[in-house]
């Protein structure tokens, strides 16, 4: 398993713009499959955005699309998500995490490894 390290986070006013990165160890990080969820106080764990592990697909859940956006540097084991016109409802604590295949998934229990999250918190 990798271990991942959640960066980035803080408050921001509505309208503006965070960059959260995501650090993975290991030499197996191209292996990996990434993604970004989020979690609200008293909610479940919402899908975010996902990348394949070798950066060609994404897929995005409908509350970001084209607000959002996912990269990943494999030489670096590092992944981004920019996140432009935010909004108060994108308040949540932000979790990376890690599944060993091709492609990502937008169910939490599919990936293996995650971070201890990053709190991004958008005020109005």
């Known amino acids: 398993q990798v271990q ?9 006013q509505a309208g503006g713009s965070l960059r959260l990165s995501c ?4 030499r197996t990080f191209s292996t990996y499959a ?6 609200a106080p008293g909610k479940e764990r ?6 394949s592990r070798n950066g060609a697909v994404t897929h995005y859940g409908d509350s970001v ?3 959002f956006t996912i990269s990943r540097d494999s030489a670096k084991n590092m992944v981004y998500l920019q996140m432009n016109s935010l909004k108060p409802a994108d308040t ?24 201890q999250g990053t709190q991004v918190t958008v005020s109005s």
């Open 65 to 67: 699309k084209g607000r």
């Open 46 to 51: 919402e899908f975010v955005t996902a990348i």
């Open 92 to 115: 949540a604590v932000y979790y990376c995490g890690a599944r060993q295949t091709l492609l990502g998934s937008s169910l939490p229990t599919n990936f293996d490894s995650w971070g």
């Open 4 to 12: 991942l390290v959640e960066s980035g986070g803080g408050l921001v």
């Open 23 to 26: 650090a993975a160890s290991g």
């Open 34 to 39: 990434m993604a970004w969820f989020r979690q």
